[in-house]
């Protein structure tokens, strides 16, 4: 298994301070507010972890926009305490895009462009012809990413799924994917909202054919963002965050399910700036050690904390390079 | 040398030492011992390994293929072409007379797993054409510096660029094919009391126009090894070599595509991946590759003679593209040119 380590430039804070972002936090809060007020919404207990399977009983419980989360002491994954449907999730994300459709939707070309490179560099390195790529849900949440892969991804079909309320057991997926037949399966913003992570990657697995590649990305509890502020942090949008992954609760789960980890990384590039807007805000907040580190933090400080994240598996976002 | 072959002989399995020789006997030694090279047939092997010093691999490699052995030699393949030539000769007629022997160099550094990987990029062709590369590989001379054999031109057939240096003219070769067009500086600066050069500078073009810089260093202070590939799409960097004595520090790839603005020009520093390899898996792989030739009589893809030849043929272009360290190497008694 491989770990890379991808290095960039450190984004502006005002990319994850700016008003944009808050009012996506705040439309996500009002949708899950009236989804706990509406009592015809079903709701599920999890039971038990679901990256590691650890009973929840085990699990320490907080609370966060009036949900509750658990802490996975097993495996270090945190995660809701109960979800709703996924079709329920899956119509209340529609909602959320349609609402913000006519907003300009912002640059994200560096973004789609590390997605590209990673197929392709992965391609490369597995000495194996990844020409059929199926997105899942991504082309919604991002619109502007299908007219990216048609300028830059030149050697590539692309198939695109969107999103559309699923079932339970994503029936809907598994039919996209039996008949795009993709050598790979990009899915890098629906881990973290599934109800059922876990169901999930069983649908990726059983319908995909033995050997594809499946580029999966989630935000990740290991990530130094989430271990001191947890679900203080301004990227911990509940509804978003159903479960965070830890490295070893996600490892723990492909095993289980029968995939294969190729390859494991954080890219997460917004831990320092992240930490470094919260400490140097909340001037009553001490914890030792963190509170000087980031108060007196300059930018090539922020810069280099966030390569030894990267380089020590411990920012918020993960990717995994998974094999059926 | 010979105990790390031997060990990584022991990890593969399939092979069994028979005999080792050594310039002392070894009290210790798991294996019977000789001090002379002749003895070592009355063990009847199959192969020899030859971990010996420059002036002595011509004839113990010839030696070994007239009686029918293969062979597994340390690089550098003697001490110039000629030394090569004359073994070329030897495994021609070995299979002729025998059929099926092996000679291989042991030009490790091609099967480092940071090297293999920047291959694998190159060939899939994501990153485009090669353009350039830049090779620097160096150390702080070494413990007896004047004293080692070598660093006595008649025993090694030359300094810092044969010895270390031809490693990285060997990838170079490995990614471009051989090079025609040589320019180089070859200086003795620091180690004076020795006859042999201490750094070498050379710029090289092969016939489709890929350029080449290569600096091999003795004084080096910081030991280094960086190997920089620039191609259409991107660019690849090897930092760091792992050796026995680590002091290279483990390999790290870097690997970065390039991004594009809406005009279709690359925007200055990519996004790059950097992949740490922290095992050296190339005796291992070195001997599975060898041990596939002689058993199942694979082809070699690293290390064979005509690769040897080529490499050292590169070696010599660059001591002889500096006009002024040619004449002195001339004018240098010791040097030894068969």
């Known amino acids: 298994m491989q770990t890379p380590v991808f290095l960039d430039h450190l984004p502006d804070i005002d990319a994850v301070a700016g008003q944009k972002p808050a009012k ?28 590691c399977g650890q009973a929840s009983d085990k699990n320490p419980i907080f609370s966060q926009a009036l949900m509750e989360f658990r802490r996975c002491s097993g495996c270090n994954s945190i995660y809701a305490a109960r979800t709703p449907d996924q079709a329920t999730l899956d119509r209340l994300r529609l909602e959320q895009i349609a609402a913000t459709a006519a907003e300009p939707q912002g640059d994200r070309e560096f973004e789609f462009t590390s997605l590209l490179n990673w197929i392709s560099l992965t391609e490369a390195r597995l000495e194996r012809r990844l020409d059929r790529v199926l997105d899942i849900r991504f082309a919604s949440q991002a619109p502007a990413w299908p007219d990216a892969t048609e300028r830059l991804s030149h050697n590539r079909a692309w198939d695109f799924l969107h999103l559309e309320p699923d079932s339970p057991d994503f029936a809907g ?36 054919a033995p050997g594809t590649v499946i580029f999966a990305a989630s935000s990740c509890a290991d990530g130094l963002e989430y271990e001191i502020l947890g679900a203080e942090s301004p990227s911990f949008v509940p509804l978003d965050r159903l479960t ?5 609760g996600f490892e723990t789960l492909s095993a289980r399910l029968g995939l294969k980890v190729l390859e494991v990384s954080t890219p997460g590039r917004l ?7 919260y400490f140097k805000s909340a001037e009553n907040r001490s914890i030792p050690f963190w509170s000087s580190f980031f108060r007196e933090a300059d930018k090539n400080r922020l810069r280099d904390l966030q390569i030894l994240l990267q380089r020590s598996l411990k920012s918020g976002v993960l990717r995994f390079i998974l094999e059926t | 040398m010979g105990r790390i072959r031997h060990d990584a002989m022991d990890r593969h ?61 340390e690089k550098p393949p003697g001490r110039n072409s000629a030394d090569v030539r004359r073994m070329m000769e030897a495994e021609a007629a070995a299979q002729a007379a025998h059929g099926g022997r092996v000679l291989k160099f042991g030009f490790n550094h091609r099967v480092h797993d940071a090297i293999e990987e920047a ?3 190159i060939d899939a062709g994501t990153m485009g054409d090669l353009y350039f590369m830049r090779g620097v590989y160096g150390k702080a001379g070494g413990p007896n510096y ?50 042999v050069e201490d750094n070498a500078f050379a710029l090289m073009k092969n016939a489709q126009g890929i350029v080449a810089s290569v600096h091999s260093s003795a004084t080096q202070w910081q030991h280094t090894f960086r190997l920089e590939l620039y191609l259409r799409n ?76 080529d490499v050292m043929e590169l070696v010599e272009a660059i001591y002889a593209a500096d006009p002024e360290w040619s004449t002195t190497r001339q004018q240098t008694p010791q040097t030894a040119t068969e």
């Open chain 1, 24 to 51: 996506y936090r705040l439309r996500r809060n009002q949708a899950l507010g009236a989804l706990l007020l509406d009592p015809t919404d079903p709701w599920q207990e999890r039971k038990c972890c679901p990256a």
């Open chain 2, 234 to 309: 991107g660019f690849i960097s090897v930092d760091g070599i792992l050796s026995a004595s680590g002091s290279y520090g483990t390999e790290v790839l870097t690997v970065a595509l390039n991004r594009l603005d809406a005009t279709g020009s690359p925007i200055p520093n990519p996004e790059s991946q950097e992949l740490r390899f922290t095992e050296d898996r190339s005796w291992d792989k070195e001997i599975a590759e060898f041990h596939a030739a002689v058993v199942e009589g694979a082809a070699l893809r690293c290390g064979t003679s005509q690769q040897a030849l």
């Open chain 1, 271 to 277: 831990d320092a700036v992240i930490l470094d807007r």
């Open chain 1, 173 to 208: 997926l598994r039919a996209a994917i039996a008949q795009a037949a993709p050598r790979a399966i990009l899915m890098p913003a629906e881990l973290d909202r599934a109800a059922d992570p876990a169901a999930l990657l069983a649908a990726l697995k059983d319908a995909a």
């Open chain 2, 146 to 195: 004047a004293q080692n054999w070598r660093n006595d031109p008649a025993l090694s057939g030359g300094g810092i660029l044969i010895d270390q240096g031809i490693h990285m003219l060997d990838l170079f070769q490995m990614f471009a094919g051989r090079f025609t067009d040589v320019q180089s500086f070859v200086q003795r600066k620091f180690w004076t009391d020795v006859p």
């Open chain 2, 13 to 73: 399995g399939g092979f069994e030492v028979v005999v080792a020789c050594d310039t002392a006997l070894d009290p210790t030694a798991s294996v019977p011992m000789v001090t002379d090279p002749m003895a070592v047939y009355d063990y009847a092997p199959d192969v020899i390994v030859c971990s010996v010093p420059n002036m002595m691999i011509p004839d113990v490699v010839c030696t070994a293929l007239e009686r029918g052995k293969h062979v597994f030699s």
């Open chain 2, 119 to 121: 291959k694998k990029l």
């Open chain 1, 244 to 248: 965070v992954f830890s490295i070893k």
